[in-house]
DNA sequence: AAATAATGACTGACTGGTCAGTCATAGTGG
DNA sequence: CCACTATGACTGACCAGTCAGTCATTATTT
């Protein structure tokens, strides 16, 4: 905690044994005839949304829980049946925009695709599944906070990154045994990534002096990588 | 306004009795013995050099003036004799530290260099100029806190990286003129820089977890991009 | 050179406003 | 009918910024 002085008073009597229902239902509007544990559902993931609208534009500690309960449709006090506390829900939030990347990712690794084909894969799944989604606010918030949650940086790397890298790099060595990549790119697989989190933060802080084609320098990036090389 | 019944302009005697002990043992970051012009420089380098530990560590909201005025040594009354606000001070510290970068990397794009030796100057620039010193911080810092400082992303934008873009792109363009790299790279100077950033970004986060060797990666970039290439 | 006055740098207790988290009270689905 | 869910006014901590007061340094007078 930031302010640990703040929340120790209180002993947390939490009794709820309840497994919270992490099922990723559609954060629509919640309609009132619809059961408890749908609503409930609906309640999380509106409350998550807004969290995410709040976090992004003012940042972790500017952002007001009074105005997620506002933006979520909620009372503030309903936030805290659902989370513990400010803290806990930043991480939820994380937690649950980016653990599903994990999964889209192998599966490209383990596909063993031609390398020009695979390029262009790498380019369009982060600009569809990130870049032009709301992940990419969720990745610039890990970028920019995630410093003062070294818990949080902890599960990501270990959950989110480590797996990633890891499926990047055997897919890039099996490349380079194959000649198709230089065998030195396997040992940073941070480079392939490295214009796709430059484009988020770019669009962030400079987008309105000079836009960028986010597409068009991930493409170049990536064709220059893989590009044919002259014997050394 | 409402004034409390007892509130005159009546000046209530409270000078401390505890001011000679706090004295003693204040730390002397500036010896009482200079002239004042040269305390009042010392002082302002230790407002900024406090207020950058204390913002890198809390970031810009959580970091509190108290803490940078105990850490610079000096009263917080002090800091708004030098600076006007908590958000000045911000700029401030991004503009002294950012500022001195452009010459720096102008005069790289002016000199014709050969290309093996320009990449490494690049790399060494990065390392040396940024990565090793506390300007890696203050773009870590710019990363982080600029989205909410508008003003300051567009300062920084016009002052330094605009600039610094420019003489990177006209660098590029000499060389795609004269075949030594691919013509695309001149359009995107963001991709030379991209792996620098990701590794500041990495540093805060998990660098405990797996170090990266940053020189290297560095080169390995540079030199990928700028390596030979068949004929396409 | 010493005494005295003027200056303005510096101090830190205090104020006013903010906001995370609480809890007594009010619904409501099953 | 009552356990579960939701509410929002309230509280206590917290902190940026203020300003009346202090005192070291510099300027002026004797």
Redesign the pocket.
């Given at each position: 905690m930031l302010?640990p002085?703040?929340?120790r008073k209180?002993p947390i009597r939490r009794a709820s044994r309840r497994k919270r229902a992490v099922q990723a239902a559609r954060a629509a509007a919640v309609p009132?005839s619809a059961?408890?544990k749908v609503?409930?559902a609906g309640?999380r993931d509106a409350i998550l949304s807004a969290a995410l609208d709040e976090f992004s534009t003012r940042g972790f500690e500017?952002?007001?829980?009074?105005d997620v309960a506002r933006r979520a449709g909620?009372?503030?006090?309903?936030i805290?049946?659902y989370f513990r506390?400010?803290?806990s829900l930043f991480q939820e939030l994380i937690r649950a925009m980016l653990t599903p990347l994990v999964g889209t990712i192998e599966a490209l690794g383990e596909a063993e695709l031609p390398l020009p084909v695979l390029a262009d894969r790498i380019v369009e799944l982060f600009v569809r599944e990130v870049y032009e989604t709301r992940r990419k606010d969720v990745i610039r918030l890990m970028i920019s906070e995630g410093r003062r949650f070294p818990k949080l940086a902890e599960f990501y790397y270990r959950e989110v990154l480590a797996r990633i890298i890891s499926a990047v790099r055997s897919l890039l060595r099996r490349a380079a045994a194959r000649g198709e990549v230089p065998e030195g790119l396997a040992e940073f697989p941070q480079i392939i990534a490295a214009p796709g989190l430059v484009a988020i933060i770019w669009s962030g802080l400079f987008e309105r002096f000079e836009p960028l084609d986010v597409r068009k320098m991930m493409k170049t990036h990536v064709e220059l990588l893989f590009a044919p090389r002259r014997a050394t």
């Amino acid at each position: 905690m930031l302010r640990p002085s703040r929340s120790r008073k209180t002993p947390i009597r939490r009794a709820s044994r309840r497994k919270r229902a992490v099922q990723a239902a559609r954060a629509a509007a919640v309609p009132a005839s619809a059961s408890r544990k749908v609503r409930s559902a609906g309640r999380r993931d509106a409350i998550l949304s807004a969290a995410l609208d709040e976090f992004s534009t003012r940042g972790f500690e500017a952002a007001r829980l009074d105005d997620v309960a506002r933006r979520a449709g909620v009372a503030k006090g309903t936030i805290y049946l659902y989370f513990r506390d400010k803290e806990s829900l930043f991480q939820e939030l994380i937690r649950a925009m980016l653990t599903p990347l994990v999964g889209t990712i192998e599966a490209l690794g383990e596909a063993e695709l031609p390398l020009p084909v695979l390029a262009d894969r790498i380019v369009e799944l982060f600009v569809r599944e990130v870049y032009e989604t709301r992940r990419k606010d969720v990745i610039r918030l890990m970028i920019s906070e995630g410093r003062r949650f070294p818990k949080l940086a902890e599960f990501y790397y270990r959950e989110v990154l480590a797996r990633i890298i890891s499926a990047v790099r055997s897919l890039l060595r099996r490349a380079a045994a194959r000649g198709e990549v230089p065998e030195g790119l396997a040992e940073f697989p941070q480079i392939i990534a490295a214009p796709g989190l430059v484009a988020i933060i770019w669009s962030g802080l400079f987008e309105r002096f000079e836009p960028l084609d986010v597409r068009k320098m991930m493409k170049t990036h990536v064709e220059l990588l893989f590009a044919p090389r002259r014997a050394t």
